[in-house]
């Protein structure tokens, strides 16, 4: 990137929260994070020149479309400022990052918010892997599944099986990892959960098949939440650590950047990847790379910790792949010599991942870079990555479809 876009500070909502039960609204959800963030970064309202909100499927869930109105009547300093909404299936968050970045990058505005949000526990179960099913070809894709993306992602892992072969017990591994260090996260879904003996064996009693590979706890939580962070320019970012006496340097910024988007269907990825070889989904890989490359660095050396989305254990065992720690086929070689463990030479998902911190969709994105951007300022608290500078991300949408990655550091 030619010039920096810094990460201020933001907020994000405890995933474990039930907003329906609690007589709440997706309003509320937005308007309390949103409060936070600006709590956090010690702005007014005001003083924010946009916003971007990142959300899936708000109509499908809350009957609600038009989010970017909420913000006005959160705070009165937002009104007639200018809010853009934006969707990629689970990538919406990350896609609202993007947009905020050009219009920071273009100069159009100095200081922009970016909130994603996602509300889901109000419907039964079905429903929401229905409204899920929307970002997969309807009508083409996984016809015969009572859960779609469960489906899809068993697809994936009996492609890797095919080509490399592949243990269960490795993706049992990547869940519990995810599950032990959302322990340390006091916003995870699933801190206070407890398992059993079984609970990551093949065991049909203890952990059930969903579809095919993907047991249940290889399965991400499907999740009511927020996460909002406050994007700015160098000029506005000088500004504002001089009004607050902080240091420039230590304000972490978006260092790099990866986009790509890939056929729709999961079979044209596999079909076309099968025929190139190597990494089974080209174009993750690719998002990835030109995140380290526009970073200036060479690959997972140059990164202390990584945040990918592990909406399924084969996901994160992917991602293993394709952020370079491993050769293709060989992603399990850094669970067994336990590089990504909390404690490991690279650690994944110290916030627990959406396997234990939760999938609110549309906010998964921003969430990891908030995540990223506490690891790298030393604010990450329990989950802290002992002297991290540089974080990488990686989330998608679809079956491998959005594909964005951030490096984001000091």
């Not at 951007?373 to 990686?394: C, I, L, N, P, Y």
Request: aromatic fraction near 8%; charge should be negative; charged fraction near 20%.
């Amino acid at each position: 990137m030619t010039a920096p876009v810094f990460i201020l500070g933001g907020s994000q909502s405890d995933f474990s929260a039930n907003w329906t039960r609690g007589g709440k609204s997706l309003f509320d959800l937005i308007e309390e994070t949103t409060r936070a963030a600006l709590d956090d970064v010690r702005m007014d309202a005001a003083e924010i020149d946009a916003v971007h909100v990142g959300n899936f499927a708000g109509e499908l869930f809350c009957g609600q479309g038009m989010l970017g109105g909420f913000m006005g009547h959160i705070d009165p300093g937002f009104e007639g400022k200018p809010t853009s909404r934006h969707e990629a299936a689970c990538a919406s968050g990350s896609m609202a990052i993007l947009a905020a970045m050009s219009d920071i990058l273009a100069g159009h505005y100095g200081t922009i918010a970016v909130v994603g949000v996602e509300m889901m526990r109000n419907v039964p179960g079905e429903t929401a892997a229905q409204h899920l099913g929307s970002a997969a070809w309807a009508g083409r894709e996984a016809l015969g599944a009572r859960y779609l993306w469960p489906a899809m992602f068993s697809d994936l892992a009996e492609e890797y099986d095919r080509r490399y072969g592949l243990k269960y017990e490795h993706l049992a591994a990547i869940s519990k990892i995810n599950f032990d260090n959302a322990k340390r996260n006091p916003h995870a879904q699933t801190r206070a959960w407890q398992f059993g003996e079984g609970s990551f064996t093949q065991d049909a009693e203890a952990n059930p098949v969903i579809e095919g590979w993907m047991r249940r706890s290889d399965c991400g939580q499907v999740t009511d939440g927020s996460a909002v962070i406050v994007l700015a320019g160098e000029t506005a970012a000088r500004a504002y650590a001089a009004k607050r006496g902080l240091d420039l340097a230590a304000i972490p910024r978006l260092k790099g950047w990866g986009h790509t988007t890939a056929p729709l269907l999961m079979e044209t990825k596999l079909e076309k990847s099968r025929k190139e070889g190597g990494y089974a989904l080209p174009w993750t890989r690719k998002a990835i790379t030109d995140a380290y490359a526009r970073a200036g660095i060479s690959g997972p050396d140059d990164v202390d910790g990584i945040e990918t989305h592990d909406c399924f254990s084969v996901t994160e065992y992917m991602a293993i792949e394709h952020f370079g720690l491993t050769a293709p086929g060989e992603g399990w070689k850094a669970v067994e010599n336990g590089m990504i463990a909390f404690d490991g030479k690279l650690p994944v998902n110290p916030s627990g991942g959406l396997i234990g911190l939760g999938h609110p969709v549309g906010a998964t994105g921003v969430r990891m870079a908030l995540d990223a951007a506490r690891q790298t300022s030393g604010k990450a608290g329990d989950m802290q990555v002992e002297a991290a500078k540089t974080f990488a991300t990686f989330n998608v949408g679809g079956s491998g479809t959005a594909n964005v990655s951030f490096v984001i550091g000091v």
